[in-house]
């Protein structure tokens, strides 16, 4: 959950941080960071931490050994938002892209605000920037580079590839958006291959065990649409597979068909003639299942919406392995022990999501302090 309480000028991560991620850490949990962005030209929102130098890594580093001295498992999600962003937050560039087209209206720059305001500060969106040849080398080592500070100098035991929601390496998978007519646009397999490449180089660096990646195959936010969603996803988890990868991260459905919780609440707008699975299919047909069933050997984390039932009849029914959870961890810190004993749960705060300070990310109680106050 990106929270924006790094520091805008530099990028380190507070270190508060290590408070906030080590009292939600149980022994045996995976924590899964928030977005950290792998080179200045890929952030798109203020205050959001970064991986591209050694003392970005050094600042993580604090934060690491406290998720682990309470006995947990970490790993650090690397960034690219591609065109999600405005020359305000690119040091003045344009957005890098698969192709030029921008996203339609304005940018909302969320953290901007110390108020929790999301809607009171914006920019328009600009023409991207078609990525060249030479550029796309260049961000498949950034991710890799990121990486290796990751695991050598922060001290985290695996990386998370953000490869969903329209960010940079989502854009080159969709064809409504993928318009190129090189190596990298047109078929399937030349609109993964960037990806693959960025998964690859990964792998290179810290290994396929320490290697996991995020997809949202039926995201609709950012314009993220395609001829076949389903077969240009199974397609991108056949080759994943092959990777023997540490996990692939899957958004499941219901997230955009039914949320009014996301950031952009009330401007999820899906085509009602759109298929969720491709041709032929019902916006009913709309599952991971078919993902699953070609990860066959690979731990397949779900994410979207879950609750204690479903994330059981999820794990039990072998859709997936894992699930993961997200906004009610903000307010929950001993969410875990909520979910299994059958405990409620404190609502979040979404003003204080993006705000700076620690307000609404530090203090929350956990269900025992709560009730020793009855």
Not at 27 to 42: A, D, F, N, Q, Y
Not at 182 to 187: K, P, T, V
Not at 322 to 334: C, E, I, M, W
């Amino acid at each position: 959950m990106t929270r924006m309480r790094a520091s805008d000028k530099t990028g380190i991560i507070n270190p508060s941080a290590a408070t906030y991620y080590s009292e939600r850490t149980f022994p045996g949990s995976l924590l899964i960071s928030e977005g950290t962005v792998v080179h200045p030209r890929g952030k798109g929102f203020p205050r959001t931490p970064g991986l591209w130098t050694h003392d970005h890594a050094l600042g993580w580093k604090p934060i690491v050994d406290a998720v682990h001295a309470q006995g947990g498992t970490f790993f650090v999600q690397l960034w690219h938002v591609g065109r999600v962003s405005v020359p305000s937050q690119t040091g003045g560039l344009p957005p890098l892209s698969s192709t030029s087209a921008h996203l339609p209206g304005a940018h909302i720059l969320f953290g901007a605000s110390t108020a929790g305001d999301v809607d009171d500060l914006s920019e328009p969106y600009v023409d991207s920037h078609a990525m060249t040849l030479q550029e796309i080398k260049h961000v498949v080592n950034q991710f890799a580079h990121a990486a290796r500070l990751a695991i050598e100098v922060a001290g985290f035991d695996g990386v998370e590839i953000h490869g969903a929601n329209g960010y940079l390496l989502d854009t080159f998978v969709h064809d409504n958006i993928n318009t190129r007519t090189d190596e990298y646009g047109g078929s399937v397999a030349a609109r993964i291959k960037f990806p693959l490449e960025v998964v690859d180089a990964v792998i290179e660096a810290v290994g396929s065990n320490k290697t996991g990646i995020r997809l949202a195959p039926y995201h609709v936010l950012q314009e993220t649409s395609d001829s076949d969603r389903g077969g240009t996803f199974s397609a991108f988890c056949e080759e994943l597979e092959k990777r023997r990868l540490a996990y692939v991260h899957i958004v499941e459905p219901r997230y955009d068909q039914l949320s009014q919780e996301g950031a952009f609440s009330g401007k999820i707008m899906r085509p009602q003639n759109e298929s969720r699975e491709g041709a032929g299919t019902t916006s009913s047909a709309a599952s991971i299942w078919p993902f699953r069933r070609v990860l066959k050997t690979t731990t397949v984390i779900g994410a979207g919406g879950y609750d204690a039932t479903s994330a059981a009849q999820a794990i039990e029914e072998g859709r997936v392995d894992l699930t993961a959870f997200g906004r009610y961890f903000t307010s929950n810190p001993d969410l875990p022990e909520r979910l299994f004993k059958g405990y409620p749960l404190t609502k979040y705060h979404r003003p204080s999501f993006y705000t700076s300070g620690t307000e609404g990310y530090l203090g929350w109680p956990r269900y025992d302090e709560n009730a020793s106050r009855l």
